[in-house]
């Protein structure tokens, strides 16, 4: 028996060891919205937990649309439930989701921050803290099907709203001869959301109607170009566009347009590579440029985009910002970008042969992201999300008929500058 001893002492130690070499991986959770590349950021999580087997990454997904995703997120801090990193929109900085997120100064962010461009960096900046790592960027644009263009004898695609209107209609009207009843000129996002504000945003300032609350802080929006141009496009409902449009988002007109619905789409970069994916019905037919304006001169893109940040709850908030300084980084956004089309925060992937080989627009993007025109988030920060709200909805019940553009922007008007305590005055 004696002579056992020794081995139960070392088959005892080897199973303490064992053990203690083996403890519960750290659980990171991300909440990362379905339309954000959700299935990429699984793969990229799966990569990093190979190399790093203390850490367990669990990717949950999460609404398609901003506001739902806000809605989510809300939820999650309220209850302080275990989510430790969250995707931000670039008009959330100065939101109450702000004082939920750390300062990623403090773990490390001062060495990653120079790769990316300097204007997303510091609108991630609340207070001196930094709350998100640029992630992707955002451009509207305008979709369109190469092969029907060229069949309807339009040499190019349009750079004027008059010549968009001329081709929607031509079109739809030839496709819908030939048998395509349902075929419609052109789709975009109406639905009275966030998406909606950034359409309409759009419709303003390609008209010289302003951008609804000016970079100085004076509520623009009630001016005779920005009716004009809203009851324009309340014009096409029905016309050139389906009514349709009044409960489409980013994905449903998608899905819309990729379907072979429709001639133009307004949307994101992210549609590109979705739309040429071998099983698309339009693959090879995609084309895409920079918006309309009235004069065809002003030159239009809404601003988006999204960072990461880490939530003020996280257990482990310095491997949760190392995971976001991984997922922002040029491995990470070089993945996004030619897996799904996810246009980068760092500007060498815009010169990336690989990027720029799947999706050659990027060298157009670059440029229109240099005159994108942002929301008036800053500005009217923290009471931004009830600016959005009265905006579209007022943008809204124009497009539907309810009232008529300058009846509905002089009582806006009037909500903005009281939500806001800015003045008013011309664009
Ligand atoms: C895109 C943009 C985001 C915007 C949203 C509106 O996700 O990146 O900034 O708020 O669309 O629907």
Do not use: C
Request: cysteine-free; aromatic content about 10%; glycine content about 10%.
């Amino acid at each position: 028996m004696n002579k056992l001893w020794p081995a139960v002492v070392v088959i005892v130690m080897l199973w303490l060891s064992a053990g203690a070499a083996q403890p519960e991986p750290i659980t990171i959770t991300a909440v990362i919205s379905e339309t954000s590349g959700y299935r990429i950021m699984a793969d990229l999580a799966a990569a990093y937990m190979a190399e790093h087997p203390g850490v367990r990454i669990v990717v949950l997904p999460g609404p398609a649309r901003t506001d739902d995703l806000f809605a989510a997120y809300a939820l999650h801090l309220e209850r302080q439930s275990g989510v430790d990193i969250v995707q931000l929109d670039v008009i959330w900085p100065g939101t109450f989701i702000s004082d939920y997120l750390i300062d990623l100064k403090q773990y490390g962010a001062g060495e990653h921050l120079g790769q990316h461009f300097p204007a997303i960096v510091k609108n991630n900046v609340v207070d001196g803290r930094l709350i998100a790592v640029p992630w992707f960027t955002d451009a509207g644009l305008l979709y369109y099907r190469t092969d029907l263009l060229e069949q309807y004898g339009f040499a190019g695609p349009p750079a004027t709203w008059d010549e968009l209107e001329e081709m929607a209609a031509t079109i739809q009207a030839g496709e819908r001869a030939a048998g395509n009843r349902d075929f419609w000129g052109f789709v975009f996002q109406a639905l009275p959301y966030e998406g909606l504000t950034v359409n309409a945003l759009e419709w303003l300032a390609s008209a010289g109607g302003g951008t609804i609350i000016s970079p100085e802080g004076v509520v623009t929006v009630n001016n005779p170009a920005a009716a004009a141009m809203l009851n324009r496009v309340a014009g096409w409902l029905g016309n050139i566009a389906p009514r349709a449009v009044l409960g489409f988002a980013e994905e449903e007109s998608r899905i819309f347009w990729t379907a072979g619905n429709a001639a133009f789409l307004r949307n994101w970069p992210y549609v590109y590579t979705l739309a040429n994916h071998p099983t698309s019905p339009v693959v090879g037919k995609v084309g895409v440029t920079r918006l309309p304006s009235l004069d065809g001169e002003a030159q239009v893109a809404g601003l988006g985009g999204w960072g990461l940040g880490v939530t003020s709850f996280s257990a482990h908030p310095e491997i949760a910002a190392e995971i976001v300084f991984y997922f922002t980084s040029h491995y990470a956004q070089r993945r996004r970008a030619i897996e799904g089309g996810f246009a980068p925060t760092i500007p060498a992937l815009y010169q990336d042969p690989e990027v720029l080989a799947a999706s050659p627009f990027f060298t157009e993007l670059l440029e229109i992201l240099a005159i994108a025109v942002a929301r008036p988030s800053a500005v009217s920060a923290p009471n931004y999300r009830e600016v959005t709200q009265a905006f579209f909805q007022a943008v809204h019940r124009v497009l539907e008929g309810q009232i008529g553009a300058e009846e509905a922007l002089e009582v806006l008007e009037l909500e903005l500058t009281a939500i806001t305590g800015l003045p008013s005055g011309p664009p």
